[in-house]
């Protein structure tokens, strides 16, 4: 497939947040539990956490045992822990690496014994998005981003704006058939959560109760 190079007028795009949160997969939990409260009142970056030595619990922990909606709960594969980072097993990181490292860096942490790895988007894009359209709560506070599709990336990328505070991570989907982080977890049959739409181009407008996952 050939590239698209610029933008042109009616192009399409819609916009992600990479969230990973399903009730069919199991959840991260620290095997410590004050090793959050300290990364907090520590001030300690992500780097700092991912740095520092910090396991999590999955198949082992209570809440994983219990069904949902009587089937066992699924090991995630890319999963969420804490805002603005997700977590990547073994499988995922081995055959998506390469295409994250090009937005965000890999940190090594263990859980239950196994080597899996700490995703912190560092791509922040800049000027990307419309202020004017964006979602604000009634006192004023930046809630969720409208963007200018002319100054998305044309091809997919995950990334994060500085408008949003909290870290949220974003991918965009231009409508043009090219691979996102989404199209390449699903072709490689990897587990994945949802991942709620948070802007489309066509209705230029903010999108609420629909996502992408697996």
């Known amino acids: 497939m050939k590239l698209k190079m610029e933008y042109s ?59 949902y909606k009587g089937k066992k709960k699924l090991v995630p594969d890319i999963g969420h822990f804490i805002n603005g980072s997700v977590i990547l097993s073994p499988k995922s990181t081995d055959l998506l690496g390469g295409y994250l490292k090009r937005f965000g860096d ?67 989907d231009p409508e043009d058939g090219s691979e996102t982080i989404l199209t390449m977890a699903e072709k490689h049959g990897l587990v994945i959560g949802e991942n709620p739409l948070v802007w489309d181009s066509s209705i230029s407008e903010l999108m609420s109760g629909k996502a992408k996952g697996i």
Do not use: C
Not at 57 to 67: A, G, V
């Open 106 to 172: 890999l940190y090594e942490f263990t859980v239950e014994g196994e080597t899996w790895f700490s995703y912190d988007v560092t791509n922040v894009l800049n000027g990307i998005v419309s202020i004017e359209k964006s979602r604000h709560d009634s006192v004023g506070t930046f809630v969720s981003p409208a963007f200018h599709v002319d100054k998305l990336p044309l091809a997919s990328q995950v990334f994060k704006i500085p408008e949003n505070y909290l870290g949220t991570i974003y991918f965009s």
């Open 9 to 67: 007028e009616g192009d399409l795009m819609k916009v992600f947040s990479l969230l990973a949160v399903s009730h069919h997969n199991m959840t991260f939990f620290p095997k410590d539990n004050l090793a959050i409260y300290e990364h907090t009142d520590k001030g300690l970056s992500d780097e700092d956490l991912w740095k520092s030595p910090f396991e999590l619990l999955l198949r082992n922990h209570p809440n994983n045992k219990k069904k």
